[in-house]
């Protein structure tokens, strides 16, 4: 149980384009997720939280703009990386929290790897 | 600004040897303190939690030392394997349901 999955795993895109990355929980509602970014042996830093039906909620420093975060169902959650640029090449990883779970787990997808050329 | 500090930055352990790794924050409104492991290219994995009314954790190889006065908490890893080799993150929760994560520790378990 409590499985989350993200896609894509990876993708290239090129400097200027927008990319998308989704994040489900596959058998389990969730009210709330996370947003991650991840740079080389780096730690994860938290980008934003996420609420079902509301909007996202960013940390200092992180572009709402051009990270546009929509978690539009109890099982879905999207991150659009705006015109991307060679320095949002990282590792983004989503998690979510189960509604009816602990209020304390998180559950963290395989993330996806970005690479701007 | 690093919420939650963790030491060291890797670790070189023996087979059947004991990893320790720690962690310090400064903020006393986290209330859950998991750890998570990390394989390359893949997401963390829950490890083992501790709440701060616990002053020590154990789940088979894997303890959890807490220290709520001293705002510390450190992973034990009893008679490490090579399969224990991974990156591990420390982490803390705000009441706000937010976690920071500290830098990781690069564990490697010499056969």
């Known amino acids: 149980g409590a499985v989350v999955s993200q896609h894509p795993s990876w993708v290239i895109c090129k400097s200027g384009t927008s990319v998308k990355i989704e994040c489900r929980s596959l058998?389990?509602?969730?009210?709330?997720m996370f947003w991650y970014r991840q740079f080389p042996k780096q730690s994860l830093m938290l980008m934003a939280t996420?609420?079902?039906?509301?909007?996202?909620?960013?940390e200092q420093g992180v572009e709402k703009d051009k990270f546009l975060i929509n978690h539009a169902s109890l099982t879905l959650s999207t991150l659009t990386v705006t015109s991307a640029h060679p320095e949002d090449s990282s590792f983004y990883i989503c998690?979510?929290?189960?509604?009816?779970?602990?209020?304390?787990?998180?559950?963290f997808g395989p993330g996806t790897r970005l690479t701007v050329t | 600004q690093q919420q939650v500090k963790q030491s060291p930055q890797s670790l070189i352990v023996q087979k059947g040897g004991i990893s320790i790794i720690n962690c310090a924050y400064e903020?006393?409104?986290?209330?859950?303190f998991p750890w998570y492991q990390q394989f390359p290219g893949k997401g963390p994995a829950l490890l083992i939690a501790?709440?701060?009314?616990?002053s020590e954790k154990k789940e088979g190889r894997f303890t959890i030392s807490f220290n709520k006065s001293a705002k510390q908490f450190s992973l034990h890893i009893m008679d490490s394997q090579p399969g224990d080799s991974a990156t591990y993150f420390c982490?803390?929760?705000?009441?706000?349901?937010?976690?920071?994560f500290g830098t990781g520790t690069s564990l490697t378990v010499i056969p």
């Open positions: 998690s979510a929290r189960d509604a009816s779970g602990s209020p304390y787990e998180q559950y």
């Open positions: 058998d389990f509602q969730a009210t709330t």
């Open positions: 996420s609420n079902e039906g509301s909007k996202a909620t960013y």
């Open positions: 903020n006393t409104a986290f209330d859950y």
């Open positions: 501790i709440r701060p009314d616990v």
């Open positions: 982490a803390a929760r705000n009441t706000g349901n937010q976690f920071y």
